[in-house]
């Protein structure tokens, strides 16, 4: 059973992460829930890493295994961003964590497509997907643009991470 949540389990939490943050931004769902949804996924990356290092020596899988790597502290920086002192800028903390997963998915993305043929253009596309993405949050003027961005972001990791699943 184990071994099935580790295999599936992403493809149903990136999703889910992406819902938590624009449900939060469009005032759906409070920020002590984004929070604890830090706190959540932190617990998470740290799981899937420990039992599942070993099996992620592949070529493909090592690169997703350092994506989930740097993620883990990116992550953990947004849980930071909620606790923050006055004298430690929540805002940057949770910026970096936003970003951070934005980005880093999308250098897994790219370095996934130019390793295997089936799938490969899923894998283009949710990298553009990621980066257009950020680039609409960071842009935008509007919550209709960050949305917009979010929703980017949401769609290319998970036809991505849904490939990964349902192919390999």
Do not use: K
Not at 90 to 99: E, G, K, T, Y
């Amino acid at each position: 059973m184990l071994r099935s949540l580790r295999e599936n389990g992403p493809a149903l939490l990136v999703p889910a992460a992406w819902l938590v943050v624009a449900a939060t931004v469009l005032g759906d769902i409070s920020t002590h829930a984004l929070f604890v949804a830090h706190v959540v996924m932190s617990a998470l990356l740290v799981a899937f890493l420990a039992t599942s290092w070993r099996d992620m020596d592949a070529e493909v899988l090592r690169a997703w295994r350092l994506v989930v790597l740097v993620g883990t502290p990116i992550t953990l920086a947004g849980v930071a961003g909620f606790l923050a002192p006055g004298s430690v800028p929540p805002r940057a903390l949770l910026a970096l964590s936003l970003f951070g997963w934005m980005l880093l998915p999308a250098a897994g993305f790219l370095y996934t497509a130019r390793r295997v043929e089936a799938g490969a253009r899923i894998y283009e596309v949710g990298a553009a997907c990621c980066v257009a993405g950020a680039v609409a949050v960071v842009g935008g003027s509007s919550t209709a643009w960050t949305i917009t961005g979010l929703a980017l972001v949401g769609v290319g990791q998970t036809a991505g991470i849904l490939d990964a699943t349902l192919r390999y």
